[in-house]
């Protein structure tokens, strides 16, 4: 695995070094010479085939030594270096290759890039920072410079600087970063309120909406920032916005908007809406809570009826899960002993799935989160529709 993609990796430096042997070989060097490197680069192949790594590294060294002026030979060995975990080597290669007289500035640029990349891996964070910014003040390279801040910027929840740096994004490539920079402002907003300032994550969140006026996640922590101060009437208005502004978010929008209905002592209002996005969500979520709002309200035999009849229409091992609570206690002896069987096993099918799955990348979660803890998109992991999941 590894030795094929290091090949891939190495044959446009292949045809690059090929080229310029040959080139340099008709000019200034002897056939002898040549043959010699080519018989290298052979060599330096074959090691990688057998995953030899360190012999490669070692024949493709020497060729970049033959031909100091290939820069490509020095990027490419560079990227196998640090694809290789062995980031000392890979900085010390593109600090030599940044320092070397004559080259180019475009050459140059993309060396920084790579000794940038070096140091993100190796941690240094503060002196990729330092790079990047050089980077982007050159104006060099910037969108690409530009990109790896906000990275920087996302890790270290330094969400201030993150916007600003994608504003400059948007400023110099056109492209909306509008959700990106909505997120920004709500963690900021998320910050503000575990602080207790809600007045200053209530200014976040316009900002997020300004952004993008249909952010879920906006109108879901507008919701939870009135619940908070007890004025359950427009947590509501809130929680409801969000399901309308993205229905695939139910299952997170749920628990703490029944929980301000229940408050309010709105329960009327809890059925129409969930019998409302019934019939325009297929998920199991809306169906428990209202087995639940039945069960309290108007008693076992009524919940259980309407669960079954709608379990016949999604089947969800959730739904079976809630069937087989409500229905244990009417049941005694060998038939109960059964039925504890079967709720045990229903809890272990449910146990190691993933409710949630990134649509870019495919991590899946068992809990929600904004931005993919792999490929650190936003807004990305979505909750798993099927029998076992939502
Ligand atoms: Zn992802």
């Given at each position: 695995m590894i030795a094929l993609y290091v090949l891939a990796l190495l044959i446009p430096v292949a045809f690059v070094s090929g080229w310029w042997t040959a080139r340099s070989a008709g000019a200034k060097r002897s056939g002898a010479q040549v043959s010699e490197l080519s018989s290298d680069y052979f060599r330096g192949l074959n090691?990688?085939?057998?995953?030899?790594?360190?012999?490669?590294?070692?024949?493709?060294?020497?060729?970049?030594?033959?031909?100091?002026?290939t820069v490509e030979t020095h990027l490419a060995l560079g990227n196998l270096f640090r694809r290789r975990g062995e980031?000392?080597?890979?900085?010390?290669?593109?600090?030599?290759?940044?320092?070397?007289?004559?080259?180019?500035?475009?050459?140059?640029?993309?060396?920084?890039?790579?000794?940038g990349e070096d140091y993100m891996r190796a941690g240094l964070l503060d002196r990729a920072e330092t790079l990047f910014s050089d980077l982007v003040a050159m104006d060099a390279h910037a969108p690409s410079a530009l990109r790896h801040l906000i990275a920087i910027?996302?890790?270290?929840?330094?969400?201030?600087?993150?916007?600003?740096?994608?504003?400059?994004?948007?400023?110099?490539?056109?492209?909306?970063?509008?959700?990106?920079?909505?997120?920004?402002?709500?963690?900021?907003?998320?910050?503000?309120?575990?602080?207790?300032?809600h007045q200053d994550a209530r200014e976040y969140l316009r900002q997020a909406f300004a952004c993008q006026p249909d952010s879920v996640r906006a109108f879901m922590l507008t919701g939870r920032l009135?619940?908070?101060?007890?004025e359950h009437g427009q947590a509501i208005d809130a929680y409801e916005a969000a399901v309308e502004a993205d229905i695939a978010f139910v299952p997170e929008i749920l628990?703490?908007?029944?929980?301000?209905y229940a408050r309010s002592q709105q329960m009327e209002r809890a059925e129409r809406f969930l019998r409302d996005i019934l019939e325009r969500y297929h998920g199991i979520s809306p169906v428990l809570a209202l087995t639940r709002l039945y069960q309290q309200r108007d008693g076992e035999r009524t919940?259980?009826?309407?669960?079954?009849s709608q379990l016949r229409q999604r089947p969800s091992v959730r739904g079976l899960m809630a069937l087989i609570d409500a229905t244990m206690d009417k049941v005694e002896g060998e038939a109960r002993e059964n039925f504890l069987i079967l709720r045990?096993?229903?809890r272990k099918l449910l146990e190691g799935q993933a409710m949630y799955r990134c649509s870019r990348c495919g991590f899946g979660a068992k809990a929600h989160h904004w931005q993919c803890p792999s490929c650190k998109s936003w807004s990305t992991i979505r909750p798993i529709h099927g029998v076992a999941n939502e």
């Open positions: 090691y990688l085939l057998n995953e030899e790594q360190d012999k490669a590294i070692e024949v493709f060294l020497r060729l970049a030594e033959y031909n100091r002026d980031v000392d080597r890979a900085i010390r290669l593109h600090q030599h290759l940044v320092s070397r007289p004559g080259l180019s500035d475009a050459m140059k640029t993309v060396a920084l890039l790579e000794l910027y996302q890790h270290e929840r330094d969400w201030h600087k993150a916007i600003e740096h994608a504003r400059r994004l948007e400023a110099m490539t056109g492209e909306d970063e509008a959700g990106m920079i909505a997120q920004f402002y709500c963690e900021l907003a998320e910050q503000a309120r575990q602080h207790g300032a009135y619940a908070e101060d007890g628990p703490p908007l029944l929980n301000s919940a259980i009826d309407f669960l079954t045990d096993l229903t």
